[in-house]
């Protein structure tokens, strides 16, 4: 290449990636920078004077604080635990039995959990969790996730479950192990990491959704993070703007602490391009 | 060893396999196969939340459906038809967005590494996974008005600025969800074309190609595959999203009324179960069509290979 050709494509890498961190950055460093200002600001501004109080009333606001350190981890870390459980015995049966079908079954399920989605089947869902009594519960949030999120959790776990070596399983049963103790003290430390990652995914599609919980709670002292969020910044107006921005910080700081962890671990990879 | 002989040489015997299967049958039965069946039956019924008609629902035969397909008012806003219509509007323009920018991206930086790459990745990705309320916090501040940040740029440039999301609430959410989804065909792209060696690459340069060429020519052939598999995703995905509805409601004057909050108001706010079915089983059917077209492509793909 020339030389006039090849500056004018470096110009044109910088002006290409200084647009799109601008695009991208923007609206998250608003998020980033409004709880720590004075005044309610809705434009992008170092806070001259930056204060921690919006913090302060946001931890003295109770129904925000059950939101985020009851509600919301009480349904997160419940659907987590539920899948990663279901989906590491599900995944690991598929693995290891020979049952005629049992590829294209995977794949009738992942279909089915890309049909069925959140937004198609929000009637049904409700109705479901109405005649079980389960609305304006917990638990009724806990199992329509897990129900939605298992096919493609199961789906990971597979993949992952059919990488393991098989030898480890054969020499405990040849030395006399039963099949519990075989799952328990060699299968279970084998997978961990794999349940590691579907419990991290659980979490964070969890922990972050908000159409479940929305047509699925009523009273505000059941309600997570996501749609308390909402309610604040819908029904209130701008001078609490600090406010809400200060309790949406705290909301994602998890999420922001799990993609770091995952990233500096592992490396930011995707599963087969599935995200929820 | 006479132990593993019975099992017939697995390690699990298929008794002990099926009933580790139990709970997710259960699970994905009760929270997934029922509500499909489900919605099916109530679209037949004038099913509704509270009264007469939530206890004891009629059977209304087609009426739902005729009802949506009333062709003398179904293009009105706020109407099916018109729902509809805007869904296509942002679906088409989400795709082009998202995968032209995904693509760009990844074809900038591939076989770069460094900061520059880490910091872009990471903004991208981030706006792709972080949690939906807090994003759609931050974007009605950002296309606020009066005083926010996106017009306040535009202001420097001497550009007046408008409110977005009421005047252009269909533009609004389409940026929105380019915003929120380009995460996905970045890094299907940048794996995709890392995968590509690079001596193909170089035996395009000895022939004199020039970058486009070798875009044309060598690398998007090889990403054919994970092309079509972006497009139909993202059309599937597009097509259910709710997160908009953070943004404006559906509103003003269901300017922004995709199929998603469309059903979302026809059951929940109009309590018409059985309408809000009728729609939630079109919705399916065009689910089906797009997800079960993507698995035969992929097994297509997978006995090719």
Redesign the interface.
């Known amino acids: 290449m020339n030389l006039p050709k090849y500056v004018l494509a470096r110009i044109g890498f910088y002006v290409f990636v200084v647009i799109v961190a601008t695009a991208f950055a923007l609206p998250l460093l608003w998020l980033l920078l409004a709880p720590f200002g004075r005044q309610a600001t809705l434009a992008v501004r170092i806070p001259s004077e930056p204060t921690l109080a919006n913090f302060v009333s946001v931890f003295r606001n109770a129904f925000a604080m059950r939101a985020l350190f009851v509600n919301s981890i009480i349904q997160a870390v419940g659907a987590m635990l539920l899948i990663t459980a279901v989906a590491t015995l599900t995944a690991y049966s598929l693995s290891r039995i020979r049952l005629p079908g049992r590829d294209m079954f995977v794949y009738m399920l992942i279909l089915f959990s890309s049909v069925v989605t959140g937004s198609a089947a929000m009637v049904p869902i409700f109705l479901l969790i109405f005649e079980l009594g389960l609305i304006d519960s917990h638990t009724g949030v806990i199992l329509v996730f897990t129900g939605g999120l298992l096919p493609v959790a199961i789906f990971i776990m597979r993949d992952f479950m059919q990488s393991l070596p098989k030898s480890y399983e054969e020499s405990a049963l040849v030395n006399g192990a039963s099949t519990l103790q075989m799952l328990r003290h060699v299968v279970l430390p084998l997978t961990r990491p794999g349940m590691m990652v579907i419990g991290i995914w659980a979490f964070v599609n969890v922990w972050g959704s908000f159409l479940i919980p929305f047509i699925l709670l009523r009273s505000p002292d059941r309600m997570p993070a996501a749609t308390a969020t909402y309610s604040f910044y819908t029904e209130a107006g701008t001078p609490v703007i600090t406010l809400v921005s200060a309790y949406a910080l705290l909301y994602i700081l998890p999420v922001l602490a799990l993609y770091l962890f995952v990233n500096w671990r592992y490396g930011f990879q995707f599963f087969g391009g599935i995200k929820s | 060893?006479d132990?593993?002989t019975k099992?017939g040489n697995?390690?699990?015997?298929?008794r002990?396999?099926?009933a580790?299967?139990v709970?997710?049958f259960v699970?994905?039965g009760?929270?997934?196969?029922?509500?499909?069946i489900?919605?099916f039956l109530?679209s037949f019924t004038n099913?509704t939340l509270l009264g007469a008609a939530a206890q004891d629902p009629e059977f209304v035969g087609l009426g739902n459906y005729l009802r949506l397909f009333d062709f003398s008012r179904w293009m009105r806003s706020g109407e099916f038809g018109h729902s509809l219509y805007l869904t296509v509007i942002f679906v088409i323009g989400s795709l082009i967005g998202q995968v032209t920018?995904g693509l760009?991206?990844a074809f900038?930086f591939n076989r770069r590494r460094g900061k520059?790459r880490e910091?872009?990745y990471?903004?991208?990705?981030?706006?792709?996974?972080?949690?939906?309320?807090?994003?759609?916090?931050?974007?009605?501040?950002?296309l606020?008005g009066?005083?926010?940040?996106?017009n306040?740029?535009l202001g420097a440039f001497g550009i007046e600025g408008v409110e977005w999301l009421l005047e252009f609430p269909l533009l609004s959410i389409t940026v929105f969800n380019i915003?929120r989804g380009t995460a996905?065909s970045m890094?299907?792209f940048s794996?995709a074309l890392g995968n590509i060696r690079p001596s193909y690459l170089e035996t395009a340069d000895v022939a004199g190609a020039g970058?486009w060429q070798r875009f044309r020519d060598i690398m998007f052939p090889l990403i054919s595959p994970q092309f079509v598999?972006a497009l139909v995703?993202v059309t599937?995905w597009t097509f259910?999203?709710?997160?908009p509805?953070?943004l404006t409601?559906g509103g003003p004057a269901f300017g922004s009324d995709i199929?998603?909050i469309h059903?979302?108001r026809v059951?929940?706010q109009f309590f018409e179960?059985g309408r809000?079915?009728a729609i939630?089983v079109i919705?399916?059917t065009i689910?089906?069509i797009l997800?079960?077209s993507y698995?035969f492509g992929l097994?297509r793909k997978e006995v090719a290979t």
Do not use: C, Q
């Open positions: 060893m132990d593993l099992r697995h390690i699990l015997s298929v002990a396999g099926v580790l299967l709970p997710a699970f994905i009760l929270f997934l196969f029922f509500p499909f489900w919605v109530i099913r920018l760009a991206i900038a520059l910091i872009i990471t903004l991208v990705t981030l706006a792709w996974i972080l949690p939906e309320t807090a994003i759609g916090f931050t974007w009605t501040a950002f606020d009066r005083r926010g940040t996106l306040a740029i915003w996905f890094l299907l794996a970058p598999t995703l599937l259910n999203v709710f997160t509805f953070l409601g199929i998603a059903t979302y059951a929940f179960f809000g079915s939630a919705v399916m689910n089906l997800a079960a698995l097994k």
